[in-house]
């Protein structure tokens, strides 16, 4: 079964330029800071203390963290780990005053992405309060990149209890919980994170943020539109960092009943398989297959 994931709990990117993330982050995606010092700036869109922390200069790499439900599953995960042969650090006292928890292990997927799984992380007594109203309810998936997607594919099945809920081509859509997907592995030719996305109240919050990006010049990438697979309708578009970003809406929910009868579904590498309303994605991994050959056009 693997570890046990109660939640996605934050993001840390690398910034080159933290006022410029800041800024994006508040004015175009939204965001609250809670807090900025001279190395980071901690972000959110919800009530956990935060979503985001970007980390001055790129070269501080980008991290996935998830929260355990308690320390004594953190301590199982990290035996059941290290007896798998897989690579565990530690958290030290400074890094887990970073991360805002109690408990932090960190060990990387097979193509390299690095994972902090965590507990008893920091909470927030505060409404969370956005600088413009874009409808944000959860930060609520990330998408990475995969060298391998079928062994990043197990590693995240059998070894933290992810569940494979549909594919598009070779990348899995992964999730923790009833939410569809929490995690999605895009094939690329090097890891990282491919897109970070919120989830919005309704379609007339993504259509508002899209005119909203649109009128400050803001790259958007893909949509407005709807997911075969999730059912939700989205938008994506371009931060910095080459960072995407993605609003959502309406996801699907995988309950506890659906899943006595639930089996994954195999979606073609196509440009139909991202979007039932017709948008063609500006993203690489999006477009093109592991194989390099074009996207197959939907009839």
Known sequence: MGAHLHDIRYVRIGSDDLDESVRFATDILGLEVVHRDAGAAYLRGDDRDHNICYTKGRSTGQVLGFEMPDMASLDAAAAMFEKAGVAVRHGTSDEREQRRVRGLITLRDPTGNVIDLVARPDH???????????????????????????????????????????????????????????????????????????????????????????????????????????????????????????????????TAEDEKTYIPRQFPMAESSFCMWGSVPDIPEFRTPPSGAPIRRAA
């Open 124 to 254: 927030s007594g505060k409404r969370y309060f956005g600088t413009r109203d874009a409808g944000i309810t959860s930060f609520s998936h990330v998408g990475l990149r995969t060298s391998n997607a079928s062994a990043d594919e197990l590693f995240w099945t059998s070894m933290l209890g992810a569940k494979v809920s549909d594919w598009i081509g070779d990348a899995p859509l992964l999730r923790i919980d009833e939410v569809h997907h929490k995690i999605a592995l895009f094939p690329s030719a090097f890891p990282g994170v491919q897109h970070v996305n919120f989830q919005v109240e309704s379609i007339d919050d993504i259509m508002r943020s899209y005119y909203h990006l649109k009128k400050h010049n803001v790259r958007i990438v893909f949509g407005p539109g709807r997911h075969p697979t999730s059912g939700a309708r989205f938008l994506y578009f371009q931060g910095p960092d080459e960072i995407i970003y993605e609003y959502s809406s309406g996801v699907r929910m995988i």
